[in-house]
């Protein structure tokens, strides 16, 4: 049974340029949440996608958006890259009737983002 | 969201018993007490929840305190592949779906 499918797994941007990652769920969940982790420190939330729409956002700017697909598939795209967007980016998916506060998360191994 | 405080790290040996705490002294009624580790260069493992009761599974067990101000993740014979960094969080009606991360704790096991 596949679990969270991220890509790719490293990537080199530069200042300024836009980029976009893509996660795919575990197989049966059909919600999305992205992820920000800085070096040293805790993932950061992002936004959740269920049924194709946003439906929880962190505290990030707009540069921050998302999509999430038909089959529930999710990119995450980011905007006029900055050098504090270097990152490792993780998505998490679950099933929506749990993503209660009684349910865990499957999360991927993440993408590397370096912005140079 | 309520605030967690965890030990920055705690190490030790491979075989014994490791006991990682939490405080959570602002909790409320409603939130759920979660676990998660992340292994060097992999996404976080979500290791146990509980509401009130103290709960085993195959990876760990968690004891919350009566008063729920505090819990502790109890690994009983650490390996090496225990090594990790273990975040406590707590779920509430507020949080919909999202996870707040806090620093956690690395945990170093020797062999």
């Known amino acids: 049974d596949a679990g969270v499918t991220q890509s790719p797994t490293h990537l080199i941007k530069t200042r300024g340029q836009q980029v976009t990652l893509r996660c795919s769920p575990k197989?049966?969940?059909?919600?999305v949440s992205w992820y920000q982790q800085a070096l040293g420190q805790g993932p950061q939330f992002i936004f959740q996608y269920y049924e194709e729409e946003e439906r929880q956002r962190g505290n990030f700017p707009d540069r921050f958006s998302g999509h999430q697909f038909p089959n529930y598939s999710s990119e995450l795209n980011v905007n006029a890259l900055l050098l504090g967007d270097s990152a490792l980016y993780l998505c998490?998916?679950?099933?929506?009737?749990?993503?209660?506060?009684?349910?865990?998360?499957?999360f991927g191994s993440g993408t590397r983002l370096t912005v140079v | 969201d309520a605030k967690t405080t965890q030990p920055n790290s705690m190490e030790s040996n491979e075989e014994e018993p490791v006991h990682l705490p939490c405080n959570h002294s602002?909790?409320?009624?409603?939130?759920?007490i979660h676990w998660y580790r992340q292994l060097p260069s992999q996404g976080p493992e979500y290791v146990i929840h509980?509401?009130?009761s103290n709960v085993n599974n195959r990876m760990a067990s968690l004891a919350i305190a009566e008063d729920r101000k505090s819990s502790t993740l109890i690994l009983h014979r650490a390996t090496l592949r225990d090594a990790a960094v273990y975040y406590c969080?707590?779920?509430?009606?507020?949080?919909?779906?999202?996870?707040?991360f806090g620093q956690g704790t690395i945990l170093t096991v020797h062999p």
């Open positions: 998490a998916s679950s099933l929506a009737g749990r993503i209660r506060r009684n349910y865990g998360y499957t």
């Open positions: 969080i707590l779920r509430g009606g507020t949080s919909y779906g999202k996870l707040t």
């Open positions: 509980g509401l009130t």
């Open positions: 602002t909790i409320s009624g409603t939130d759920y």
């Open positions: 197989s049966g969940h059909d919600t």
